[in-house]
């Protein structure tokens, strides 16, 4: 397979993390964000929205991270990434689409691109603009995971799940966009322990042969 995606961005971070929790080895095709790469014919043709990450896994291209690490969780359920049980599932679903619904889509380049271009937002707005529906969605978080009484040293439980997966990235970009992460001591406390597995650790961004 092989995995078209940028060191930097949030999503691909995310299925990286996915895909070495599931053990699966991809060929990495990097597409530089940077120089506007994912906006040439050549990678339109691999996703016509123009996006990271995709897929290729030899009989289609996958697209939409959601859509890909809902993919993988099917296609090779083990080790499992949602708990057992359509309440636990729930619940780890609903920790991860408040970084995937609603931190990572109004922090992601194109926005800030936007912002910085129309709007002549400098790094200081930037960093505020990020910083507050961060620390909003980190709050919320954070308040979710003081109130489960089996919580473990990840998100749900003593496993990593896709709580885990969509949270990490949004830690490393909270970092870049200098958020001061003291505020959430359990969040920290997941982004310690996950750091020290090597899915997470060989996914993060600076670990890939584009940084």
Sequence with gaps: MKLY??????TSHRL?????????????VAVDLRVEEH?????????????????DTG???????????EWLEEKYPTPA????????RAHVRALAAI?????????????LETLRKQFGANEEAINAWCGTWISAGFDAYEALMATD?????FSFGDA??????YLIPQVESARRFKVDMARWPLISAVDKACGELDAFKLAAPMAQPDA
């Design 5 to 10: 995606n940028f060191f930097r961005s949030g």
């Design 16 to 28: 990286r993390i996915a895909l070495n929790l599931k053990g699966i080895a991809t060929d990495y």
């Design 39 to 55: 906006l040439k014919d050549a990678f339109k043709s691999v996703n016509p929205q123009q996006l990271v990450p995709a897929l």
């Design 59 to 69: 009989e289609q291209v996958l697209i939409q991270s959601p859509a890909i690490i």
């Design 81 to 88: 990434l949602l708990p057992a049980g359509a309440n636990a």
């Design 99 to 111: 970084v995937g619904c609603d931190i990572h889509p109004i922090n992601n380049r194109r926005i």
């Design 149 to 153: 009484s089996q919580r473990g040293r």
């Design 160 to 165: 990593p799940s896709i709580a885990d997966v």
